[in-house]
Every structure is written in structure tokens, then in C-alpha cells.
DNA sequence: TGAAATTATGTCGAATATGATATAATCTAA
DNA sequence: TTAGATTATATCATATTCGACATAATTTCA
């Protein structure tokens, strides 16, 4: 892996292995990373669809705007459980959520 | 909700709130859960085709034995990150994956 | 049967995610 | 431009999940 994506991943909080095990894990961990941006650029497509801000959805899931700025950001700290979570109660239709995962 | 049923998940160590709670955040819950279900299926499904032990999963995971079971079994301590890390790293094939996610 | 293998359950310290808060950065109209 | 609104980033205490271990329960098969 070259160095500058290295360092871009490891300053957002991303764990970089060393080359071997970046090798190894590649594959698996490409497509969970994947899986999540493609939920969180959902999460963010649908509020902005409203016309809601940040504040709103937190509002509407309990949680801080803080927290929903990071899930659109795809923050390694957001799970994809808080993702899914988030997405239903925001009523996303099964087919914006298929659109998502089949990126996977 | 019945209350046989709240106290089997509750022992099981899912938080169940009170009615006004569950009724809000039955739907969405219910899909979460659902949706982890399947992957957990998935999972055991995988493994059993491939003729292997909960214990050959852990070693390939980097996990243990009881962590597998539990992942098996729709443990709600396990998370949606877990399963599909978990599945990721099987080679889980798209298909596979991607249908026991659609079951949203 | 019953011993060995496999799976399930309970618990724990460590690691990680969470909502909250503060504040910086960016965008939006006027 | 600039004030107000919105979004991004940093940090924290708390809560939750993790792998590990012990051990119980179940299955397998000779």
C-alpha cells in the first residue's frame, strides 16, 4: 500500500497493518469498508432528500448531531449496526437498503 | 408484547422497554434483528457446507469456539459487524451475503 | 451404553462504540 | 462581506462488545 493512503487512512482512525497482513486482509476488509460508505452515503442521500439537518435525524434517533455527522462521514468509530439501526427508523425503503448492500 | 415472550428475550439479554417504548420501536427492531438472524444462518450454513467446526471457524477468524456459537446462536451480544466481517473472511459469495442481507 | 468430540452458556478484563459536549470549519443568504 | 445556520472534528465518561476461558450440555459413533 503506498504510503500517502496509509497515512490518509491511519489519521481517519482506520487500523493499517503491515504490508503482509494489508495483503491478506485486503479483500474482506475492502468490501466491509465498502459495505459501510455505501450505507452511510445512503443515511446522508435520504436526510438530505427531506430536507432534514443533521440535528433532526438526531433528534429522531436519540443520538447527537455530532454522531450522524460521523455515520455520513463513515467514521471507522460507527458501526454498521448503528448504521442499519439508524437507516430503518429513518423508514429507508428496502430498496434504497438493497441499493446499498449490493455493493458489497 | 405478551409477557412470556419479553421475559425469553429478556433472559436471552435483549432490552426489552416498556410498551409505549416497544410499540415505537418494534418495526425497525424487529427488521434489525431479523436481519442479523439471517446472517447468523448464513454463517452456520457456510460452515456446516464446508464440513468444518465452530472451532476451525474461530482459528480462521482469529476468534474462539464460544464466540462462533454465539454468533450461531443470534447471541445479541454479537454485532452485524461481526457477522458480516465474519462472513467476508469465510468467502462468503456475493450472492450469499447479499441475500441474507436483502431479508430486511 | 459411554467416552470423545462438538456445541452451548456464563463470566471477565480489555478493547471499542456510544451519546454528549465543546468548538472549529464550512456553507447560505442578505 | 458577514452573521447565522449547518456540518465537521476532538474529546470524554459510560456502555457495549470482544476474545478468552471454564464448564455444562449435547451430539457422535464405536
Redesign the pocket.
Known amino acids: 500500500m503506498e504510503t500517502a493512503k496509509r497515512k490518509r487512512l491511519e489519521a481517519k482512525g482506520w487500523k493499517v497493518g503491515d504490508a503482509a497482513e494489508w495483503l491478506k486482509l485486503a479483500p474482506e476488509e475492502a468490501a466491509y469498508i465498502e459495505l459501510k460508505l455505501s450505507l452511510c452515503r445512503a443515511l446522508r442521500e435520504r436526510r438530505i432528500r427531506k430536507k432534514l439537518?443533521?440535528?433532526d435525524i438526531?433528534r429522531i434517533?436519540?443520538?447527537?448531531?455530532?454522531?450522524v455527522?460521523?455515520m455520513?462521514?463513515g467514521d471507522?468509530?460507527?458501526?454498521l449496526?448503528?448504521l442499519v439501526r439508524s437507516l430503518l427508523a429513518l423508514g429507508s425503503p428496502k430498496k434504497k437498503l438493497e441499493h446499498a448492500l449490493l455493493q458489497v
Open positions: 439537518t443533521q440535528q438526531a434517533l436519540g443520538s447527537s448531531q455530532s454522531r455527522a460521523k455520513e462521514a471507522p468509530s460507527v458501526t449496526d448503528l
